[in-house]
């Protein structure tokens, strides 16, 4: 079993840039697609981006295409999600996840698909 910790959220003004950073325990992330989901209030929980376990391959939200950048370093077992532009809809919780069943390409766009979820972290556009 994998745990994963989400980190680097915080209150930001519009236009502004934020890194969040999925730190891994238990077992190494190498092998593990990974994804971010986000969650306003009152809203449910929508896809951000996603890597393949290989870093090969990622694919972004069209709502954060252009402004928003996942990557992994499986060194250091970390996953990273770099905001630039930062809109006040962009408000949210965000959620880091960790799937399993996928191969080294695979990229996984639907919450169903990850077996590991982190607390979350939450981010704050201001206008």
């Known amino acids: 079993q994998v745990q994963v910790v989400e980190s680097g959220g915080g209150l930001v003004q519009a236009g502004g840039s934020l890194r969040l950073s999925c730190a891994a325990s238990?077992?190494?992330?190498?092998?593990?697609?990974m994804g971010w989901f986000r969650q306003a209030p009152g809203e449910e929980r929508e896809f951000v981006a996603a890597?393949?376990?290989?870093?090969?391959?990622?694919y972004v939200a069209d709502s954060v295409k252009g402004r928003f950048t996942i990557s992994r370093d499986n060194a250091k077992n970390t996953v990273y999600l770099q905001m630039n532009s930062l809109k006040p809809e962009d408000t949210a919780v965000y959620y880091c996840?960790?799937?399993?069943?996928?191969?080294?390409?695979?990229?996984?766009?639907?919450?169903?698909?990850?077996?590991?979820w982190g607390q979350g972290t939450q981010v704050t556009v201001s206008s």
């Open positions: 890597i393949s376990w290989s870093g090969g391959r990622t």
């Open positions: 996840a960790a799937g399993r069943r996928a191969t080294s390409r695979e990229i996984l766009r639907y919450s169903y698909e990850y077996d590991y």
């Open positions: 238990g077992r190494t992330l190498s092998s593990y697609a």
